[in-house]
């Protein structure tokens, strides 16, 4: 991570953390806050989004352009059919709902003539 991507996360921590903070403290003091929980002052509202802003540019920052690269679905799929000899919906074979039963019916039959 840079030293850019990095001072923004903390700020945004720091920011954060106050603004929790800040946040319990007028919710357990002040009297409206008990009639009406909803009402939380502006500078509390504007300091979370501020933050929650400074921490989404800091990760986006922290990601390393060399690191990523483009999604190839077919590569993607060839490669997992040839090393696992399935494709990539191979897993709903095992589901209950999913299961071949002319498939299992002859292997029933095939077990109980003692085939196998």
Known sequence: MTVLS??????????????????HEHSSLSPTSAA???TMPLDIQIETVIAALLALIGIVLSGGKDQLREIQQR??????????????WSMLEERVGFLDI???RREFGEWAKGGK
């Not at 990095?6 to 953390?17: D, G, N, Q, Y």
Request: glycine share 8%; net charge positive; hydrophobic share 35%.
């Open 6 to 23: 990095t001072s923004l996360l903390l700020t945004a921590a720091l920011l954060l953390t106050h603004s929790c903070y800040s946040a």
């Open 36 to 38: 009406n929980p909803s």
């Open 75 to 88: 590569v993607w799929m060839g490669r997992l059919e040839r090393e696992k000899g399935a494709g990539p």
């Open 102 to 104: 002319r498939e299992r």
